[in-house]
């Protein structure tokens, strides 16, 4: 059922999944796996296929529900967004990883939309989404 406490959350999953994959901080699942230390590699691999689990449903579920069109047309006007508030001096002379972290949290957002987004045309049309099925 659609909620926007049920929105937030599922933006919150997609922060922290695509953050604990990636981030600019140093403290990451690619930095771990690249750095020098003694932690044995089944952890890392275990660890990896987790979380890339985790990442691939969200991809799917947002390819699913927006369609890769709509995928595009969100990140797009993210990144108008974006372009916009720079335009505006609001985000100007950041570093190199403020810029990364802007592009990771759309990335989450577009993630978040995408999982949310059968709960939101629900709420608004009244329409349900459904897989094609067929029984054999």
């Given at each position: 059922?659609?909620?926007?406490?049920?929105?937030?959350?599922?933006?919150?999953?997609?922060?922290?999944?695509?953050?604990?994959?990636?981030?600019?901080?140093?403290?990451?699942?690619?930095?771990?796996?690249?750095?020098?230390?003694?932690?044995?590699?089944?952890?890392?691999?275990?660890?990896?296929?987790?979380?890339?689990?985790?990442?691939?449903?969200?991809?799917?579920?947002?390819?699913?529900?927006?369609?890769?069109?709509?995928?595009?047309?969100?990140?797009?006007?993210?990144?108008?967004?974006?372009?916009?508030l720079i335009d505006l001096g609001l985000l100007r002379d950041l570093s190199n990883g403020a810029y990364v972290t802007i592009v990771l949290v759309a990335v989450a957002s577009v993630l978040a939309l995408g999982v949310?987004?059968?709960?939101?045309?629900?709420?608004?049309?009244?329409?349900?989404?459904?897989?094609?099925?067929?029984?054999?």
């Amino acid at each position: 059922m659609f909620s926007y406490p049920g929105i937030i959350v599922r933006w919150l999953i997609a922060m922290f999944i695509v953050f604990a994959t990636f981030n600019p901080s140093g403290y990451s699942y690619v930095h771990w796996v690249l750095s020098d230390n003694k932690e044995p590699w089944s952890l890392k691999i275990l660890t990896g296929i987790v979380l890339g689990s985790i990442v691939a449903t969200f991809f799917l579920a947002t390819r699913r529900s927006l369609g890769v069109r709509g995928m595009i047309a969100t990140a797009g006007l993210l990144a108008a967004a974006t372009w916009t508030l720079i335009d505006l001096g609001l985000l100007r002379d950041l570093s190199n990883g403020a810029y990364v972290t802007i592009v990771l949290v759309a990335v989450a957002s577009v993630l978040a939309l995408g999982v949310s987004w059968s709960s939101l045309t629900l709420r608004m049309s009244g329409q349900v989404d459904s897989n094609d099925v067929t029984l054999r």
